[in-house]
């Protein structure tokens, strides 16, 4: 598998838009979707780069080795932006600001960029 193909299959396993990606790498968005394409080649820093945000190997990144994804957080740090969700959620049903609809279409927009939420967090540490 080319590397190119790996960073779309990447990204839409774990439902980032192409934005998002770009923007953890540092890159626009045009250059990010060169990468995807293939029509740029992915340089040695921006395979550390990608694996980083996705927890894998670059070897994974490269297409070397099956994909396999590691643990990257701990319980601890998933449980304190857990928690904060979750009094945010009861602050905001409390001042009946959401409906029973609107909450369970918040926790599923919220599972997609949890992901995304913890890797920023963590690159701030």
């Known amino acids: 598998m080319q590397e190119h193909t790996v960073l779309r299959e990447y990204r839409k396993k774990h439902r980032y838009s192409a934005q ?5 790498l540092n890159v626009s968005l045009s250059f990010y979707y060169n990468l995807e394409n293939g029509q740029r080649g992915l340089t040695n820093e921006m395979a550390v780069k990608v694996a980083n945000f996705y927890g894998v190997s670059v070897d994974s990144i490269l297409g070397i080795e099956p994909v396999k994804e590691q643990i990257r957080f701990t319980e ?3 449980n304190e932006v857990l928690s904060d969700l979750k009094a945010a959620m009861n602050e905001a049903v409390s001042k009946g600001l959401l409906s029973e609809q609107e909450k369970i279409d918040f926790f599923k927009k919220s599972y997609k ?7 920023q967090k963590k690159s701030q540490k």
């Not at 998002?20 to 953890?24: E, G, H, P, R, S």
């Not at 960029?113 to 890797?119: A, I, S």
């Open 76 to 78: 601890d740090e998933i």
């Open 113 to 119: 960029e949890f992901e995304f939420f913890m890797y």
């Open 20 to 24: 998002q990606i770009a923007d953890a």
